[in-house]
């Protein structure tokens, strides 16, 4: 019975590791973990440190619910505790604490030390693919251990495009996704997703294994892979690693800025499908998870009630002003600032934290008027106005009361409708006295190429395609709230269909 041997450490481990390690203590290789559930195996809380590197010991302390785990590097430690600082870890289904230890390295008895090995190099090993996750039992001998924590997904009936970030989506669902590598094989496209634990790989290959991403095609074939972590060397749409933001892309591009780096970039993919709302039930307003996310994985501390303020730079400084009023596509803007010595660079405070989210996972990285944008959350609390009588040459703008606001209402329709910037755009409030050809001269007068155009059937709505998603940015800038007379003005917004 692996468990209760390795557990009980003899009486003069048990007095060196006391397990009441202080706080805030200084970086150390051996992490001290609390609060574990009875019935945790050492399998369990040595897959936690898989993903950030070698685990060379482990010590549980059966009767205080504690362990500690020593890795092979103290760089490993630091980003172990960095991550489940801002994503808390949990083992079968119950929260648990993770600090450095006072302890620069684990000396444990040897007998005990033996059989820890044991586990660990089992674990480490190549695992074996169809060994049942003893979850009830504690006969969890060195020879089976824990299936591994890293997936193989294979895509059948690709007819839609599958993206990186869509499968992050769906397998969040089961727990933190710490790592995705995709690759096309035998003209497939495959990917291996690492999770924090094989007990999440478990839970998700249960219940996605042959379900369909989008109606009647994309299926899910998924199986354990061999290996048991995924080693990332760039982060981009290829593949990524969440725990590591610093990386670079490797081809070139910039790097994705580190806070945003875990927010995950524009689903396109899922504004691919003509009114198909998976059997995953993916929310097309991809809006709602890339706000979640954000506040899950990017930023630590970052509540969605959190930072309202959002920093805009390598704005094209000629037009910054039009630019930051496109933000209202995302939330209701209250104040924008144009930093006086940094002009392609402004402040923009929306009405709360989920709207700067929002505005920040879809509108960074985006091109408008010839430049790339980058948004990250400000360090700043609120947008302050100039003091009274003090001339700012129209640098600060107050819209606190604007009539422009699309959210004004609590719960309003408006958010259910919020996408990343596409192609295709959804007007509305259109006068019965105008045509089609009216609205495909008025579009085409904003300097790109109408590609489609479709009214609804009572004339009121419409869908418009523009060339690119940068022309179409340009028409909402230019042309939402524009008075078709009337009394009608036009309401723009970005569409998840397609014509």
């Known amino acids: 019975n692996m468990s209760s041997m390795v557990v009980t450490a003899n009486g003069n481990d048990n007095k060196k590791f006391k397990g009441d390690d202080k706080m805030d203590g200084a970086p150390s290789r051996v992490l001290h973990i609390r609060k574990l559930p009875g019935e945790v195996t050492e399998t369990e809380v040595i897959a936690l440190g898989l993903p950030f590197g070698k685990v060379t010991n482990i010590l549980m302390l059966k009767g205080k619910n504690q362990a500690f785990l020593e890795l092979a590097t103290e760089e490993a430690a630091i980003t172990m505790v960095n991550y489940y600082s801002a994503v808390t870890p949990h083992l079968r289904n119950q929260p648990i604490y993770i600090q450095y230890s006072n302890h620069k390295e684990l000396k444990t008895d040897n007998t005990l030390n033996q059989r820890a090995q044991a586990v660990l190099q089992a674990v480490t090993a190549v695992q074996a693919t169809n060994a049942p996750i003893s979850g009830t039992t504690v006969s969890e001998s060195a020879v089976t251990p824990a299936q591994s924590p890293v997936l193989r997904i294979i895509i059948d009936n690709m007819y839609y495009p599958v993206t990186l970030d869509v499968l992050h989506q769906i397998f969040s669902k089961f727990g933190a996704v710490l790592k995705i590598i995709t690759f096309t094989k035998n003209n497939q496209f495959q990917a291996l997703l690492q ?55 490797g081809d070139g591009q910039p790097a994705l800025d580190p806070a945003i780096a875990a927010a995950f970039a524009k689903e396109t993919s899922l504004l691919a499908v003509p009114g198909a709302l998976s059997p995953l039930a993916i929310p097309n307003a991809a809006a709602a998870a890339a706000a979640a996310a954000a506040g899950r994985v990017g930023m630590p501390g970052v509540s969605a009630g959190g930072n309202t303020v959002l920093l805009v730079s390598n704005l094209n400084e000629e037009v910054s002003k039009t630019i930051l009023l496109f933000f209202c596509v995302y939330g209701d803007v209250q104040r924008v600032k144009i930093l ?19 505005a920040m996972s ?31 040459q129209g640098l600060t703008k107050d819209f606190g009361n604007s009539p422009l606001h699309r959210f004004k209402k609590p719960g309003s329709k408006n958010f259910q409708n919020i996408f ?80």
Request: contains cysteine; glycine residues 4%; hydrophobic residues 35%.
């Open 195 to 249: 999770y924090g634990d094989p007990v999440n790989a478990q839970q998700a290959k249960l219940a996605l294994d042959g379900q369909n991403i989008y109606n009647a095609c994309c299926t899910l074939r998924i199986d354990f892979s061999k290996l048991v972590n995924l080693n990332v060397k760039y982060n981009n749409d290829k593949s990524r690693d969440y725990t590591r933001p610093d990386l670079p892309s």
């Open 340 to 358: 006086y010595n940094k002009k392609d660079s402004a402040l923009i405070q929306m009405a709360d934290g989920n709207q700067s989210q929002l």
């Open 362 to 392: 879809h509108l960074n990285g985006q091109k408008m008027y010839g430049k790339i944008i980058r948004v990250t959350l400000s360090k700043h609390q609120t947008v302050q106005l100039p003091r009274e009588g003090l001339d700012d």
């Open 420 to 499: 990343p910037p596409s192609a295709t755009l959804h007007l509305s409030n259109i006068p019965p006295s105008v045509a089609e050809e009216d609205l495909r001269t008025l579009f085409a007068n904003t300097g790109g190429t109408v590609k489609a155009f479709k009214f609804f059937q009572d004339h009121k709505m419409a869908l418009l395609q523009m060339s690119t998603v940068e022309e179409a940015i340009q028409a909402l800038i230019d042309l939402h709230n524009y008075n078709l007379g009337e009394n009608h003005h036009l309401r723009v917004s970005f569409s998840k269909s397609t014509i």
